[in-house]
């Protein structure tokens, strides 16, 4: 009944398949490229300048047009045509060949800012993206966000003060927090501090920071500074980094009589028949997981042994407050312990 | 208060807030646990449990070891499934003795001695108690059987260490270990395992058990399988070896499943579901004597019936279904030849036909009626003489019978293959999509657990017909 040529229907198949995975493959999709582009773009150019200008000023770096077309990646008609409606509605004011904020365009930056941080902030704490997509992903959604829609998130992430960088996040009435800290690289030995801020920017430095497995909210101290390397301890390991990643991380300087934690370990190198005691979780984890660590017992203090190995090797079973909780090897490497 | 203090609070607070700091919230509830700890350390005391907990050990020793541990699953799980899927015969073959052989006549014959017209009684008792019927004698049993065991077994701490044995190989996959617990659920069936992932508490790796469940083949699967694969597949060797080659089959496609279990899992954990929150813990409670009757009431009860009766509310209006398609006509042929007949392209494309897929369209409620439609529509079709009538699903004792229907039905070695993969790959039950809405209240997720099964078997029995095909 049916004559046809399996191989055609085979051709058909794959060109079809090839086809949708043109279409929809992530990111570089022609189905996403096309829905991307059809949002107005005008917006999108006219809160990145701002945006621009903003961190800037904040910097006491006046930016002319031709910095501004330089910078952004976008058609230098589009940006040019931005710029004179954005003048047009004071939003900046151009003055001979520097261009500045006007004070609504310096509100309206603000929000984009606050927007951004927001929801930053709400990736680390309610989703399961990695921190080095954060950022991106925040890029975009900065536009989208209405002023209401990031004060209903502020509330609902508890008004946080600052964003997972350490960045602080202006309230919705502008205010904004001062980050009062040292840069790394400007340490003297042996202080000890607690990580405040880690610059996102420039994305290459940022990713090996991450890489490093270094993170807000550790306690370091410094032990060794030279031209070329600045070492540093922070949660039972040693850190080595050139100055200028060192740069951009930003510590607050700890009060003398703060202990220190030496001869820490992970709870991940814990043998059978050793028992330790857990001195707190790495500031790695965070939101829900977090808490469920808390939860199942794994606070300061809690005496810590292994209970059970697996014939696979991954996940080990470990006895702490009378109960055998099983950790995967990458969560047990950020519980930090000091052995008996 | 008027309301110039209340602003006034409020604001005192937001400033508060801001000079505290975010570490506040994080750092008040980790002093909390800590000195819960300390406080239970010094005014709780515990008798010495020493005794019973080297006897503990010593079970997790065994069930944990290297050479031991993988193999015991394995036994444990196929004895759990043999029990059930042989064991189940005997009252199935009661039930149905009593629902469809006894009282289905009884309903007839009272009917036509109360006079009712042909399409009502047609109707009820041929469509709607027909399907319902047949979804109690074939579900009902296995269920019974299946659940109590697998409770057991949770009950006296077994499974937890089957999650922790198995953990490995779910998170190369993105899964949780306990989705092992689930998948074997979903051996089951399927609902009752999209309700188990319940235990697992991350909801990225929940979703994942959800949506991939659905690849273990479940009871109402398990005789459509073994049915095809003694006609045509165990016919294919010397009929001394035909019942090992039937049984490897039905195995192969059980693995096949847990084999695109961890595909798509992979898949799903990598693509959509990256950006869901994940957090793994696994609690490995003491082993205890399970306690026997409490489980085996509670496992009826919460599992076996509600699942049994979301089956009956969908099988209803199925069977109405079923009946109506083969009995209403358009112009010269039955809805269903029309269906039939516009599907037979597409169905051939796959190395299907349109009589299977429209099987697979109307007995969306439970797979246990697919091959009762599959026998009635292809009877109505071919126009031999078998069964009870058009739009009443039947079912032959003998297997030799049945295959001689199929294969007069058009059906070959290709069409059995296809139908056992279309069997595995194909869209969840209507319990089990409306169980994984409940489940998870999202119509996105249920879309997408209900569509992709479906799409894959669409591309898995298309890629098989045409190799097959081409060298054959």
């Known amino acids: 009944m049916n004559t046809y040529n399996p191989i055609t229907a085979l051709a058909v198949f794959f060109a079809l398949s090839i086809l949708a995975y043109l279409l929809f493959r992530p990111n570089k999709g022609w189905f996403w490229l096309i829905k991307n582009s059809s949002v107005s773009n005008d917006k999108i150019v006219v809160e990145d300048v701002l945006k621009l200008l903003y961190h800037n000023e904040n910097a006491d770096k006046h930016l002319n047009v031709n910095d501004i077309i330089r910078t952004l990646k976008y058609n230098d008609k589009l940006i040019l045509e931005c710029i004179n409606r954005m003048s047009d509605h004071a939003l900046i004011s151009i003055q001979g060949d520097s261009v500045k904020l006007t004070k609504s365009g310096s509100d309206y930056a603000l929000r984009i800012v606050r927007a951004h941080r927001l929801w930053e902030k709400f990736l680390a704490e309610k989703t399961g993206f990695k921190e080095s997509e954060w950022h991106e992903r925040a890029e975009r959604m900065e536009h989208e966000l209405s002023k209401v829609e990031a004060d209903i998130l502020s509330s609902q992430l508890g008004n946080p003060q600052f964003d997972p960088h350490g960045d602080p996040i202006p309230t919705n009435t502008g205010k904004i927090a001062k980050v009062k800290g040292i840069p790394v690289s400007e340490l003297p030995i042996g202080t000890i501090g607690r990580i405040i801020h880690i610059k996102d920017k420039p994305e290459i430095i940022y990713k090996q920071i991450l890489a490093e497995n270094i993170h807000i909210g550790s306690v370091i101290r410094i032990m060794e500074k030279t031209p070329a390397r600045i070492e540093f301890h922070s949660e039972g390991e040693a850190f080595v980094l050139a100055p200028i990643m060192a740069g951009n991380i930003t510590v607050s300087v700890l009060e003398k009589d703060v202990v220190f934690e030496e001869n820490l370990a992970r709870l991940s190198i814990l043998k059978e028949n050793e028992t330790a005691k857990i001195i707190g979780i790495s500031k790695e984890i965070r939101g829900d997981s977090r808490r469920r660590l808390l939860d199942l017992g794994f606070v300061k203090g809690a005496e810590v042994k292994i209970d059970l190995l697996n014939p696979l090797g991954d996940p080990k079973a470990f006895l702490i407050k009378g109960t055998s909780i099983a950790l995967r090897q990458n969560q047990a490497s950020k519980i930090l312990i000091q052995k008996d | ?472």
């Open chain 2, 1 to 472: 208060m008027n309301t110039n203090k209340i602003d006034h609070i409020i604001a005192l607070s937001n400033d508060l807030r801001w000079q505290i700091g975010d570490e506040f919230h994080d750092n008040l509830a980790e002093g909390i646990y800590a000195d819960a700890a300390e406080i239970v350390k010094g005014a709780v005391r515990k008798k010495d449990e020493k005794g019973t907990f080297r006897i503990d050990a010593k079970i997790d020793k065994i069930i944990t070891s290297k050479v031991w541990g993988f193999p015991l699953m394995f036994v444990i799980l196929a004895v759990v499934l043999w029990m059930t899927i042989v064991g189940a015969n005997y009252p199935s073959a009661m039930l149905s003795g009593l629902l469809l052989d006894t009282i289905h006549p009884a309903l007839k014959g009272f009917a036509s001695n109360i006079g009712m017209p042909w399409w009502l009684d047609g109707f009820l008792i041929d469509g709607v108690y027909l399907a319902v019927a047949w979804v109690i004698a074939v579900m009902l049993p296995p269920m019974a059987i299946f659940f109590p065991l697998f409770t057991l077994l949770e009950d006296f701490g077994y499974l937890p260490r089957v999650a922790f044995n198995l953990d490995h190989l779910f998170k190369l996959s993105g899964a949780h270990g306990k989705q092992a617990l689930t998948m074997s659920m979903g051996f089951g069936c399927n609902a009752a395992g999209i309700v188990a992932t319940r235990i697992i508490d991350s909801p990225r790796e929940r979703l994942i058990a959800i949506i991939t469940n659905n690849f273990s083949l479940c009871n109402g699967r398990w005789p459509t399988q073994i049915l095809i694969a003694t006609i045509f597949v165990g016919a294919l060797v010397p009929a001394t070896y035909s019942g090992i080659m039937s049984l490897a089959a039905v195995i192969g496609i059980a693995v096949l499943g847990m084999v695109f279990m961890f595909l798509v899992s992979w898949g799903l954990s990598k693509t959509v579901l990256k950006g869901e929150v994940s957090t793994f813990n696994l609690e490995l409670p003491p082993y205890r004597p399970p306690r026997f009757w409490k489980t085996i009431y509670t496992s009826i009860i919460d599992r076996t019936l509600i699942v049994l009766w979301r089956a009956i509310v969908f099988a209803a209006p199925a069977g109405a279904v079923i009946w109506l398609i083969s009995n209403i006509y358009l112009g010269d042929d039955s809805i269903a030849a029309w269906l039939i007949d516009s599907l037979d392209g597409f169905g051939f494309l796959l190395g299907l036909n349109g009589v299977i897929l429209v099987a697979y369209i109307v007995a969306i409620p439970a797979n246990e009626i697919v091959i009762p439609t599959i026998l009635m529509l292809t009877v109505l079709v071919t126009g031999i003489s078998a069964g009870e009538g058009a739009g009443v699903m039947f079912e032959l004792d003998s297997v030799t019978a049945t295959g001689d229907i199929l294969r007069a039905g058009g059906w070959t070695l290709l069409t059995a293959i296809n139908l056992m993969l279309f069997s595995l790959l194909h869209n969840p039950c209507s319990t089990t999509i409306y169980t994984i809405y409940k489940e998870t209240k999202s119509v996105k997720w249920t879309t997408v657990a209900s569509v992709l099964p479906v799409i894959l078997g669409f591309v898995v029995t298309f890629l098989v017909a045409q190799i097959w095909r081409l060298l054959a």
